[in-house]
């Protein structure tokens, strides 16, 4: 009798679980759900100073929260130029770094000696236009004055012997001919006057002007070329485009690396199948292993490319945690839950044991 008992209790076992796995299965009950995947901690935004095999020097400021490099900067030297690179000495690796604050210095001797040699020139140029316009332009009009005073007087002369020559002219003692002759030395002597007149109120009035205008396009042109060379200098006196923490490098082609501090990253994983149940905005808890305080974030950016991870195809999604936990370090590896919206309690029984077995 009791063997029967314990028979008939097994199929009530049975029976009562096929109900309950039936029940799952048929009855709509949506239940809350997470998707467990673990997170990779990075800064939202890093600038790299580097340089190359050639010489050139490479400055890159990445931003991880929208995914992309928001400066590009490559600054090539001229063969043979003795360029160096010098970290301030005030800064040390840890030392916290407020944006615009001078991180290095580099020297090129070839931008020095370009712009001692145009400055030398503007000089020049500027003191050449300085005696243009005063001492020179002085000297000029007198001698023009002088000219003129003698123009007037070859042509006054000449006037008085044109005025004989007629009167003997008409009373036949001379030629036509000879008459012409004065006449014509007399309009040429006249022209002159005339010039050496339009030159003195030329020189007193703007004389030069051509050459003036060539000085001043000459200084122009110089002090464009040596702003050239001061904004590449300027670019040389490399300031930080962020607020952060000078890191220690190990790199010898990695000169400085600056990360920002303020705000963090996480990269995680998602399994393909788990995709339509990520939303941009959806909820991130993280959990730091020397704390037992969650890390709080958001879903910003869900990648579309699929990837393999642990043998699966998953897809990479980024969350922002603008709340900057002293727990959080860059390069962190730690495990995460995404909140997702309602499901059927079938599909919620589903993602547990799918969770249990690829992620643990």
């Not at 006054?156 to 007629?166: C, D, G, H, T, V």
Request: one cysteine or more.
């Amino acid at each position: 009798m009791k063997q029967i008992w314990k028979t008939h209790s097994g199929r009530i076992s049975v029976f009562l679980l096929v109900l309950i796995i039936m029940l799952v299965l048929i009855l709509p009950v949506y239940v809350p759900q997470t998707v467990k995947t673990i997170a990779r901690i990075i800064p939202e935004k890093e600038w790299i100073i580097s340089k190359g095999q050639d010489g050139r020097l490479l400055s890159v400021l990445k931003n991880h929260r929208l995914a992309k490099t928001e400066n590009y900067t490559l600054n090539i030297f001229e063969r043979g130029d003795a360029v160096q690179f010098r970290l301030n000495p005030q800064l040390q690796p840890g030392s916290f770094i407020n944006k615009n604050d001078t991180v290095g210095f580099i020297y090129s001797n070839e931008i020095e000696r370009e712009l001692a040699r145009l400055e030398g020139s503007l000089s020049a140029q500027k003191a050449s236009l300085l005696m243009s316009l005063t001492g020179e332009k002085n000297a000029l009009i007198q001698a023009a004055r002088q000219e003129l005073l003698a123009a007037e007087k070859q042509a006054e002369l000449q006037k008085s012997i044109l005025e004989r020559q007629k009167t003997l002219f008409e009373n036949n003692l001379i030629s036509r001919e000879q008459y012409d002759n004065e006449l014509t030395k007399y309009e040429l002597f006249k022209s002159n006057a005339q010039i050496a007149k339009a030159q003195v109120e030329a020189v007193s009035t703007g004389e030069k002007e051509e050459l003036l205008n060539y000085i001043r396009s000459q200084i122009n042109a110089l002090e464009k070329e040596i702003n050239v060379f001061k904004t590449r200098r300027d670019r040389y006196h490399l300031t930080a485009p962020l607020s952060g923490e000078l890191n220690m490098n190990f790199s010898t082609d990695t000169l400085a690396h600056i990360r920002s501090s303020d705000s963090f990253i996480a990269v995680l994983p998602v399994i393909y199948e788990d995709l339509p149940r990520i939303k941009n905005g959806a909820k991130l808890i993280l959990s730091p292993l020397n704390t037992p305080d969650p890390v709080e974030g958001r879903i910003i950016m869900i990648d579309k490319i699929i990837r393999v991870f642990q043998g699966r195809q998953v897809i990479y999604a980024t969350a922002v945690i603008e709340d900057a936990h002293q727990a959080l370090l860059p390069g962190l590896i730690m495990k995460g839950e995404i909140t997702c919206n309602q499901v059927l309690l079938r599909e919620y029984v589903y993602n547990i044991i799918k969770d249990i077995f690829f992620w643990n």
